[in-house]
């Protein structure tokens, strides 16, 4: 199948109200192109330099979401332009985003990585981090970022019960910072293997990069 057609029948299985950020990775432009004809405006990648070589050469009506993990060192060259940082999972790095923010007279929009994963070796804060930064005084001052929610990624395993538990996990410390000490509004959760489970608990972005682009090398 062609990308144009991976991109509507994914649609298809996606209510309204959940965004759809197509995760472009590794792919050429001409890829990015046949998704954007298609009406795509949201896409996501998870490296700086690469992102702002697609951000320079393509439509500026895009949205471009930084996935990856991303080096303090590395914000500055994205501050003019993105979107919606998912993974930010230290706060020094948020620290340096507000600071690239104000020099680019932006505010820019942050999400939270959790730490969901019952496996060990992906990036996040874990439950007591993330109720501790959404408090401190400090970060609340910080005039130049706005938390907007929570990211996540679910072990990668064909057990889809511990995939929906952790997807709930991340659900409920949302639902409560939610409730608690923020507005809240993006839950960021579900990639190609996950997405429709991640939907299910909750989820109001999904990532999707193979599902519509194919597979990666
Ligand atoms: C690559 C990536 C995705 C998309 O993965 P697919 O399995 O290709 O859909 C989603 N989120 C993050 C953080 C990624 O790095």
């Given at each position: 199948m062609s990308i144009a057609e991976n991109l509507k029948s994914i649609r298809n299985t996606i209510p309204q109200s959940v965004t759809l950020v197509a995760v472009s990775k590794t792919k050429p432009i001409p890829d990015l192109q046949e998704a954007y004809n298609e009406g795509q405006?949201?896409?996501?990648?998870?490296?700086?330099?690469?992102?702002?070589?697609?951000?320079?050469?393509?439509?500026?009506?895009?949205?471009?979401?930084?996935?990856?993990?991303?080096?303090?060192?590395?914000?500055?060259?994205?501050?003019?332009?993105?979107?919606?940082?998912?993974?930010?999972?230290?706060?020094?790095?948020?620290?340096?985003?507000?600071?690239?923010?104000e020099k680019s007279n932006r505010t820019i929009s942050c999400l939270l990585q959790v730490h969901i994963a019952e496996e060990d070796s992906k990036f996040g804060f874990d439950e007591k981090e993330l109720l501790e930064l959404v408090e401190n005084q400090e970060f609340?001052?910080?005039?130049?970022?706005?938390?907007?929610?929570?990211?996540?990624?679910?072990?990668?395993?064909?057990?889809?019960?511990?995939?929906?538990?952790?997807?709930?996990?991340l659900k409920s410390l949302y639902a409560r910072i939610k409730d608690n000490y923020t507005d809240f509004s993006i839950l960021s959760m579900g990639m190609s293997g996950?997405?429709?489970?991640?939907?299910?608990?909750?989820?109001?972005?999904?990532?999707?990069?193979?599902?519509?682009f194919g597979s990666r090398n």
């Open positions: 405006r949201i896409f996501g990648e998870n490296k700086v330099q690469e992102m702002t070589e697609k951000w320079e050469q393509m439509p500026k009506d895009i949205e471009w979401h930084m996935i990856g993990h991303v080096q303090r060192n590395k914000v500055k060259y994205m501050a003019e332009y993105v979107s919606l940082i998912h993974g930010v999972d230290s706060p020094r790095l948020l620290k340096e985003i507000n600071k690239q923010a609340k001052a910080f005039k130049n970022i706005k938390i907007k929610g929570l990211m996540g990624m679910a072990t990668f395993t064909d057990d889809m019960a511990q995939v929906r538990r952790e997807f709930k996990n996950d997405y429709q489970i991640a939907i299910e608990e909750g989820s109001t972005m999904v990532r999707i990069g193979s599902s519509i």
